[in-house]
């Protein structure tokens, strides 16, 4: 029995959605009826594959768009073939993200611009162009992934930890612009879910800290958090859907979290 979001024939396009929190995040509206723009980068017969299935098991509309989330155009282009291909835009999930750690006295300056420009810049691009779509409907739901180090912050991620600050400040500050056109604007901040970027941070980690790799689950990646689990895709996937449907309408401007108590000290 379908879980009552009343999603079908919605179109959603979810950033970084190839692997890991975004494909998780895709195939979750994907099973309450939403036409979904697949946008990552990977193998692409894996890609392929992957959108195969979820439609076959869904029965909707998946498309894939592979925008570079470092090139402002190929951005714009990925929200316009949305609603070109598919006539509307309901949903804009900015979750495309990658990590670099080090000590900031030896931070590549390559790395630091590449994280701020797919973790922040890149969110900035895509709602810079959904908006227009999403006024002229009066209707439109935007959510962006954050992080608890949204929130706080953790030593040798000092680009990630500066990016999704931005994100939460930026998902604030368009909530009020658009409170009263229909529009919804919140932040997830997750604390760990064992995606394949935390499976290589688990790795970063233990160079940067010069311990050895079965410490840093227990001591370094769970350590902040109280529950001492890595949080699931479902968890991340039920808020989602709240936050998109009708039931989240009175909900904007907000950085949720689901990190396990990260954040409660």
């Known amino acids: 029995m379908p879980a009552p979001y009343n999603l079908d024939g919605q179109v959603a396009v979810v950033t970084g959605s190839t692997s890991g929190i975004g494909q998780a995040m895709a195939e979750a509206l994907a099973r309450q009826g939403v036409n979904v723009v697949l946008n990552g980068f990977g193998d692409p017969a894996q890609i392929e594959t992957d959108r195969r299935r979820i439609e076959a098991e869904t029965g909707v509309k998946v498309l894939y768009h592979g925008a570079d989330m470092t090139r402002p155009g190929e951005i714009t282009d990925l929200i316009d073939t949305a609603w070109r291909e598919l006539g509307r835009l309901d949903i804009l999930v900015n979750n495309a993200g990658i990590q670099h750690v080090a000590p900031v006295d030896e931070f590549p300056p390559e790395k630091w611009d590449a994280i701020i420009a797919i973790n922040l810049t890149s969110a900035f691009h895509a709602t810079r162009a959904a908006l227009p779509v999403m006024k002229a409907a009066g209707r439109g739901r935007i959510v962006n992934l954050a992080s608890a180090h949204g929130l706080v912050a953790s030593p040798f991620k000092s680009a990630y930890v500066a990016a999704k600050h931005g994100i939460v400040g930026f998902t604030k500050s368009c909530a009020l612009e658009v409170a009263r056109q229909g529009i919804t604007v919140n932040a997830i901040c997750p604390g760990y879910v064992k ?48 936050l998109v449907s009708d039931m989240g309408a009175g909900t904007t401007g907000a950085a949720l979290t689901v990190d396990g108590g990260w954040t409660a000290a």
Do not use: C, M, W
């Open 195 to 242: 995606t394949p970027l935390v499976e290589a941070q688990i790795a970063d980690q233990a160079k940067a800290r010069g311990i050895a790799v079965d410490r840093v689950v227990e001591d370094v990646i769970l350590a902040a958090q109280p529950n001492k689990s890595f949080i699931e895709y479902e968890q991340l996937a039920g808020l989602l859907l709240y």
